[in-house]
């Protein structure tokens, strides 16, 4: 298949700081939603940074603006987060390492959660949500996620997040970010993928699925970047101690998780010359190696010719390089 590598779009990194104030981002829902969705004001309300007034990025925390700047700070059975940041909006997808770790994190790319716009949610479970209280909670950052998914965080955390909602499927709009949302196999309440529409093209995520939907694939071709779940390799899960056999019929299920090999046939169905970057993410750590994960896909590249693409693997200990776009 004769592929083509986007030529360089000479985008260039801004050397200025942001003008936060200027730049606070509303939330503007583009699809119709559900009346219980938002409240009158929704739409209109303002960001914390306009409610409050706008504070001052301390020292510590000055952040220079970047086109587009992508930086998986650690994904894995037992952790998922990465931040987003364009010239107007920062955003976590998911919070699932303790406030600390993503504190931690995000000063060794220069960045604190005090400069965040908020954070979108995937679904429920832990590896997803640890740190929303320490974070959202404690920073009143809105978090972005559908109702049940809300229910469930709120439940789980014990308290009330500022939730901006979305019905699953909607789009929606933060800062000069367009966000779409879809809905995943997983056995979750209300589980979903994002692809986030940037001034330099489509990151789409899908992690936490069971198998590749028809709906998946056609919300995640033309992205420039794929951030796609390689979470077991079939036979160290067949073969792990560790596992209860109940446990390893769940990550095998339609509901489950996403092997090496399923992953690389669901790459296989949505790869275009638009790809440039694919995330090998949500590797489990006993049923699963990088390498087993990134020579499975890397033979589906070869196969189908598409050398354009680069991969990189992500890890749970620590974050992977920023990608800036
Ligand atoms: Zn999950
Ligand atoms: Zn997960």
């Known amino acids: 298949m004769p592929w083509q590598t986007r030529p360089d779009t000479g985008r260039k990194s801004h050397a200025a700081p942001l003008p936060l104030a200027s730049t606070a981002p509303t939330f503007q829902p583009l699809a119709v939603l559900a009346p219980w969705d938002h409240g009158p004001n929704s739409a209109a309300r303002p960001c914390r940074w306009q409610k409050n007034g706008c504070p001052e990025p301390t020292a510590a925390s000055t952040v220079k603006s970047v086109a587009v700047q992508l930086t998986i700070l650690g994904s894995g059975s037992g952790g998922n987060c990465a931040y987003l940041e ?61 109702r049940a998914t809300a229910e469930e965080v709120q439940r789980y955390h014990g308290m009330t997040f500022d939730c901006r909602l979305f019905t699953t499927g909607a789009t929606f709009k933060i800062g000069d970010l367009v966000i779409e949302t879809f809905s995943l196999p997983h056995d979750a309440q209300d589980p979903v993928g994002f692809v986030l ?59 489950g998780h996403l092997s ?29 190696r990088p390498e087993l994960a990134l020579a499975t896909l890397q033979q589906r ?17 620590q974050p992977c390089a920023p990608l800036i776009l």
């Not at 992690?207 to 056609?218: P, W, Y």
């Not at 033309?222 to 779940?229: N, S």
């Not at 399923?262 to 090998?280: D, I, K, M, P, R």
């Open 197 to 255: 529409r940037t001034p330099a093209g489509r990151i789409a995520f899908a992690t936490d699925l069971g198998h590749f939907t028809r709906l998946v694939a056609d919300r995640v071709r033309q992205a420039r970047v794929l951030v796609l779940e390689t979470n077991h390799d079939l036979r160290m899960l067949q073969e792990c101690p560790h596992r209860p056999w109940s446990l390893k019929q769940r990550i095998l299920s339609r509901h």
């Open 260 to 288: 090496n090999e399923a992953a690389a046939e669901g790459f296989e169905q949505v790869v275009t010359e638009e790809l440039q970057h694919l995330y090998l993410a949500h590797l489990s750590r006993d049923c699963n």
């Open 86 to 146: 364009t010239e107007q909006t920062r955003l976590l997808i998911d919070a699932g390492f303790s406030p600390r770790q993503i504190r931690l994190r995000l000063a060794q790319i220069g960045r604190a959660p005090e400069n965040l716009h908020g954070i979108l949610v995937t679904h429920e479970h832990t590896d997803h949500i640890a740190g929303l209280a320490g974070l959202a909670g404690k920073l009143g950052l809105p978090i972005y996620c559908n």
């Open 301 to 317: 590249i070869d196969r189908v010719g598409a050398k354009h693409v680069k991969l990189v693997v992500t890890s749970q200990d």
